[in-house]
Nanobody, 119 residues
Framework: QVQLVESGGGSVQAGGSLRLSCAAS????????MGWYRQAPGKQRELVAS??????????QCKDFVKGRFTIYRDNAKNVVYLEMQSWRPADTAVYYC??????????WGQGTQVTVTS
């Protein structure tokens, strides 16, 4: 079964940039829709951005609260999904996870990677 390992988190100043990586132990090319999620303290996990395989171009979507600041992309050859983020805000502080979406969601989540935004 595919295992997911998130990395790249840490402490970042508000307005700064950071790139998160999600490395899979197996192939992710058959997982059509992959997403990055986050869970802030005391809140439920929420989807932040998704990337869907396309014939020529992958289809990326970001939630309104990160649109224009976050970019998601995938490299199926390397089995990695990335989340590039700019203009961090303190409200973005959370543990960030990756997983499939909907029926493609894997049963076991990774450890996630903590991002703390300081003002």
């Amino acid at each position: 079964q595919v295992q997911l390992v998130e990395s790249g988190g840490g402490s970042v100043q508000a307005g700064g940039s950071l790139r998160l990586s999600c490395a899979a132990s197996g192939s992710i090319s058959e997982i059509n829709a992959m997403g990055w999620y986050r869970q802030a303290p005391g809140k439920q996990r929420e989807l932040v951005a998704s990337i869907t395989n396309g014939d020529d171009t992958d289809y990326a979507q970001c939630k309104d609260f990160v649109k224009g600041r976050f970019t998601i992309y995938r490299d199926n050859a390397k089995n990695v999904v990335y989340l590039e983020m700019q203009s961090w805000r303190p409200a973005d502080t959370a543990v960030y996870y990756c997983n499939g979406i909907g029926e493609e969601q894997l049963p076991h989540w990774g450890q996630g990677t903590q991002v703390t935004v300081t003002s």
